[in-house]
């Protein structure tokens, strides 16, 4: 991922505002959540993960669920999304035939 | 305004305990959390509702309150206006996904509560509490379009919580499909960026076609004659009729594919699918005695 000092948010500013660790943070990203980057010894996220790592902590606070099952969520949320628009292909296909 | 069962909302009995509240109310938040169900609106309603049941009945504070005037809330009007102190109390949040989610609590609640019981932002400890938004709301929003207005690119206006947004809507676009629009959602909050905004289109079939991505079909009815003979037809089109060649022998359910008479390529300016016909081939009824008799002939022919 390529990052520049414009779309980047340091962690340091998240641990603040969330006031979560920077521990969490970084055990997000050893799992594979979100995706840290080190420029000069200071961790950063891309701004576009910002709206990941607000759902990841509402998840973890609100429903009390650890970072791994905040991962299995999140990968069935994906799966329920790709079979919906699916099922919306699909049945869009399906509207050429009921006229007939 | 009708009475609220909060106890049923949460489904304990009136003698659980805390515990027990508390319980019931994490399993009800982990299975209606607008997180876990986007673009649920009925989730989100049991979500609120569910909400508003543990905001009364987890703090014992509130449930009392509830248990001595919940089933007469008229006299708790009174109660509620002097009941002041419990605002600040209240943590409920507007979820990103869960746009225009002002947290509806009944007048029911507010009815005991008192009004200022809404104002505060955090504090609720049963639910995490924090408002923990950094990005702004994400938005969404319906837009219903009749299939003959994607047939080309066009600017639309659309009236968003009594804001103007010009919006371009894309030829070609599907039923069903989804944009994003980046930036046009709730304002960010400390220096966070802004939320998006996210439009559902609607897309209702107007024409006599039918659509599958950029193809469209239609079945023509063709006389037997000209089937069997060969000739010519006038087609619709989207952008007026084609005369087509119909080959000597053509079979009921054959197809032509008019290349390019189809619906625009999306995000593709200027390139278009393409109109397959199926022919339908009409067999004559109600024949007169003449033509009853040149069919025998026919069929006598083939013997």
């Known amino acids: 991922m390529s990052i520049n000092s414009q779309h980047s948010i340091e962690i340091t500013t998240l641990c603040r505002h969330y006031q979560v660790e920077q521990a969490f943070f970084t055990q997000l990203n050893d799992i594979g959540l979100i995706e840290t980057i080190t420029i000069q010894d200071t961790l950063y996220v891309d701004e576009s993960t910002i709206r990941r790592i607000d759902k990841i902590i509402r998840l973890y606070r609100e429903l009390d669920i650890n970072p791994e099952g905040i991962d299995v969520v999140l990968n069935l949320l994906k799966k329920i999304d790709d079979l919906e628009q699916r099922l919306s292909t699909a049945k869009n296909r399906l509207g050429l035939y009921e006229h007939d | ?303």
């Open chain 2, 1 to 303: 305004m009708q009475y609220k069962d909060y106890y049923k909302v949460l489904g304990v009995n009136k003698t659980a305990t805390q515990a027990e509240v508390k319980k019931a109310y994490k399993k009800l938040a982990r299975k209606y959390h607008p997180d876990v169900n986007p673009n649920d609106k009925d989730a989100e309603a049991r979500f609120k509702e569910i909400n508003e049941a543990y905001q009364v009945l987890g703090k014992e504070e509130n449930r009392k309150k509830y248990d001595q005037f919940g089933q007469d809330w008229k006299h708790a009007d009174q109660y509620g206006q002097g009941a002041g102190s419990a605002g600040g109390q209240r943590g409920y949040q507007q979820y990103t996904g869960s746009p225009g989610g002002e947290a509806d609590f009944a007048d029911f609640f507010e009815s005991i509560f008192g009004s200022q019981a809404r104002g505060g932002s955090s504090g609720f400890s049963g639910f995490g509490g924090r408002q923990t938004h950094f990005k702004g709301e994400d938005m969404q929003a319906e837009l219903t379009l009749q299939l003959t207005d994607v047939l080309t690119t066009q600017k639309r206006t659309l009236t968003l919580n009594g804001k103007n947004i010009r919006i371009t809507v894309p030829a070609g676009i599907e039923n069903d499909q989804r944009i994003r629009l980046k930036g046009l959602g709730g304002k960010g909050v400390n220096g966070g960026p802004d939320g998006d905004l996210y439009i559902r289109f609607n897309i209702q079939n107007n024409t006599a076609f039918r659509r599958e991505k950029d193809n469209l079909y239609k079945t023509v009815d063709l006389d037997l004659y000209t089937a069997v003979l060969g000739g010519d037809v006038l087609i619709d089109t989207l952008d007026g009729q084609v005369k087509l060649k119909v080959k000597a022998g053509t079979q009921s359910n054959s197809q032509v594919r008019l290349k390019g008479k189809g619906f625009p390529k999306y995000k593709q300016d200027n390139d278009k699918g393409d109109l397959i016909v199926t022919y339908q081939i009409k067999v004559p009824t109600n024949l007169t005695d003449k033509e009853r008799q040149l069919f025998t002939e026919l069929q006598g022919l083939q013997k």
